[in-house]
T-cell receptor, first 108, second 114 residues
């Protein structure tokens, strides 16, 4: 069983829709990361958070440490948001566990 | 623009070949990582170097050999690979400070083993 579980695995939305991607993990962590991977492989770090909520433009990330759960929200989704979104947890030091990713397609 | 570069971007090699992947970071980081990404599987951490010392080696076969000559450069030497080693190999770097590490990824090398 993977230490990090994401849902859904695949998501298709119409442009403008509000999107939520969920991440649950089973280990104690010092930080949780949301990553975005575009076709072709390049990965960009979107958020690193250890408590509460962070907002960056149309992206919002929340974490509940007690419930070992995080969500990534995209408001007013756009076709350029189409990518794979990966949740990763950092228990300690250089150790990282990754989810399998959520493939998002936003249709115009 | 990413501060982590990888070369080559694409590599096709036979099982008897020897090749090397190169990663370079321009971010002043002290930790560098090699990951393998296979289709439909989570990213797999292969090796970690922190201040040029290898701190993680996740049971990677010996046909993969990492080298970190300094904190800005990381190599992955490949020899006698198998077709199942075909994957995207990603390099990343971070500050190396425990618990506050955001990783910055390179664009990856798409490796095909024939």
């Amino acid at each position: 069983k993977n230490e990090v579980e994401q849902s859904p695995q695949n998501l298709t939305a119409q442009e403008g829709e509000f999107i939520t991607i969920n991440c649950s993990y089973s280990v104690g962590i010092s930080a949780l990361h949301w990553l975005q991977q575009h076709p072709g492989g390049g990965i960009v770090s979107l958020f690193m958070l250890s408590s509460g909520k962070k907002k960056h433009g149309r992206l919002i990330a929340t974490i509940n440490i007690q419930e070992k759960h995080s969500s990534l929200h995209i408001t007013a989704s756009h076709p350029r948001d189409s990518a794979v979104y990966i949740c990763a947890v950092n228990p300690t030091g250089n150790q990282f566990y990754f989810g399998t990713g959520t493939s998002l397609t936003v249709i115009p | 623009e990413t501060g982590v570069t990888q070369t080559p971007r694409h590599l096709v090699m036979g099982m008897t070949n020897k090749k090397s992947l190169k990663c370079e970071q321009h971010l002043g980081h002290n930790a560098m990582y090699w990951y393998k990404q296979s289709a439909k599987k989570p990213l797999e951490l292969m090796f970690v170097y922190n201040f040029k010392e290898q701190t993680e080696n996740n049971s990677v076969p010996s046909r993969f050999s990492p080298e970190c000559p300094n904190s800005s450069h990381l190599f992955l030497h490949l020899h006698t690979l198998q077709p199942e080693d075909s994957a995207l190999y990603l390099c990343a770097s971070s500050s190396g400070l425990a618990g506050v590490d955001t990783q910055y990824f390179g664009p990856g090398t798409r490796l095909t083993v024939l």
